[in-house]
């Protein structure tokens, strides 16, 4: 069977979730072709499919090995580690790809919270600070960055930077809708503010009701949403 032939059935396959069929065929072409890095992200595409982490993880190590500053692939590598709970592997992968990209907000994003998931709060101000640094009219950030200062105590701080964005509020996705809404509940009901907490709190959940997909949505962890970047794209053969 020819390497076209090949690739085409494995893209059928794959398609169709298929992807022990796909990975078949990627196989052949991989014994001819062991440094195609094209080929072996097909592979780890379908490793990623099967929910294989072991063989995703060890695939795109050996692609990052001939593509060394594929921040992407980096950032990739940082949620399945994240999703096998290895904490260390995430945050060294995700500081990897803003080392080598720091332009990528996402990145900054991704890592403070997975900081923020483990309770370390310093670690995640830092990481936001930095972020803010290259985008300094983020609101995405700030909003983190409010969180952070508010479980470290810092409840005026907080307040001030989400009093800061309330012009903005408008022009917020609506799942940051949802994260500055009940970021503004926490740190009113802090000040003892119970009508204003209220209020907030009611938007929020408002805001979930209207969005089928965030249904389950949690208050302190919405931006896992965020984590969509990390789905491996099998490409175009």
């Known amino acids: 069977m020819d390497r076209k032939t090949s690739l085409d059935l494995s893209a059928k396959y794959y398609h169709k979730k298929k992807f022990s069929k796909a990975l078949f065929y990627l196989k052949k072409v991989n014994r001819s072709e062991p440094r195609n890095t094209n080929v072996l992200l097909k592979m780890a595409s379908c490793y990623f499919g099967l929910r294989d982490d072991g063989n995703t993880i060890k695939i ?8 060394k500053n594929n921040h992407k692939l980096y950032y990739d590598l940082s949620v399945i580690y994240e999703r096998i709970g290895d904490i260390e592997g995430t945050i060294k992968a995700c500081e ?10 996402g990145y900054y994003l991704a890592l403070a919270d997975v900081y923020e998931k483990t309770n370390e709060h310093e670690s995640a101000l830092e990481i936001l600070f930095q972020g803010l640094m290259k985008f300094p009219d983020s609101a995405s950030l700030q909003i983190l960055a409010a969180k952070s200062e508010r479980r470290l105590g810092k409840n005026k701080e907080s307040f001030n930077r989400l009093e800061s964005l309330s012009i903005q509020e408008t022009n917020l996705s609506p799942a940051w809708k949802v994260e500055y809404n009940f970021e ?9 503010n119970a009508e204003l907490a209220f209020h907030h709190f009611t938007k929020a959940n ?8 965030y249904q389950r949505v949690d208050a302190n962890h919405s931006l896992d949403l965020i984590h969509n970047l990390g789905n491996l794209d099998y490409g175009k053969i």
Request: charged share 30%; hydrophobic share 45%; aromatic share 2%.
């Open 96 to 105: 990897r790809a803003i080392e080598i990209n720091p332009r990528v907000l």
């Open 60 to 67: 795109i190590e050996k692609v990052l090995k001939i593509d």
């Open 184 to 192: 503004l509940g926490f740190i009113h009901d802090k000040h003892n």
């Open 206 to 213: 408002d805001l979930i009701r209207a969005m089928p997909s």
